[in-house]
């Protein structure tokens, strides 16, 4: 099965520990970067059983799916990227933040990131904090500055690290290789879906929402997730997904 490493990165790049598939550590996570409590990630169970959905705090801010790599995603991804030109944005005009990924294993670090630098999330984070800063400087650089800022970030490696040995199961090691891929979808200010990866040529426009639809919108599903997991099922390739939601806290 391939592994969910960044497409370009050294060999002898820095590596995490892989972040738990678990929605309390990533609200601690981004608490502790800065991220207001007023927002925290919650388990989506259902996107097809209104009963299931109702159980989410709305309105959804941003959506990560979480999956094994699979065979069939790796040709999609490839070919969707052939005809893409690199991604080269920045500036405070920038439609999205996109965050190349560099480090090994911190793909779910940067699908949080993704989630809480963009749209109505980013309006929550506090001032004067690790994430705010970390905004802030990187809102003006290109892609591979940017991901640069990510990779030397002190702040960053620390608050990964400590969330990465909280979870609830034993901690793989950071050279340990992972196939399980975050992807993050969020709602821009202009009102756009937008399918956030770290391993792609840049942020992906898939459509554009109405102001009442959110990210868990059936809208927003049928252009990110639901399109995904066609391909997937099509192709007779293990359906083992998870979705993780960022939206007002229940506390």
Not at 63 to 68: C, E, R
Not at 183 to 209: Q, T, Y
């Amino acid at each position: 099965m391939p592994e969910a490493e960044p497409t370009d990165a050294s060999p002898k790049a820095k590596r995490f520990i892989p972040l738990e598939n678990n929605p309390e550590v990533m609200s601690s996570l981004v608490h502790k970067l800065g991220l207001s409590k007023t927002l925290a990630f919650h388990d989506v169970f259902s996107i097809d059983d209104p009963d299931l959905l109702a159980f989410v705090p709305r309105p959804a801010y941003a959506l990560l799916l979480i999956f094994p790599v699979s065979e069939t995603y790796e040709k999609f991804r490839v070919q969707e990227d052939k005809e893409r030109p690199e991604y080269a944005g920045s500036g405070p005009n920038e439609e999205v933040v996109w965050y190349k990924q560099t480090i090994g294993n911190a793909c779910g670090l940067i699908g949080l990131l993704h989630g809480v630098s963009n749209g109505e999330a980013r309006s929550h984070i506090e001032p004067n904090t690790d994430l705010a800063q970390l905004l802030k400087d990187a809102i003006p650089l290109k892609p591979a500055e940017r991901a640069n800022l990510l990779y030397e970030s002190e702040s960053l490696e620390s608050a990964h690290q400590g969330a990465a040995a909280g979870g609830d199961t034993a901690a793989p090691t950071a050279d340990e290789r992972v196939d399980l891929h975050y992807v993050c979808f969020i709602k821009s200010a202009e009102g756009h879906l937008w399918e956030m990866d770290g391993r792609r040529k840049g942020p992906i426009n898939r459509g554009s929402l109405a102001a009442d639809e959110d990210v868990l919108s059936e809208k927003a599903l049928d252009l990110g997730v639901r399109s995904f997991l066609k391909r997937e099922l099509e192709a007779g390739d293990d359906l083992r997904f998870s979705l993780v939601v960022l939206s007002p806290s229940l506390e």
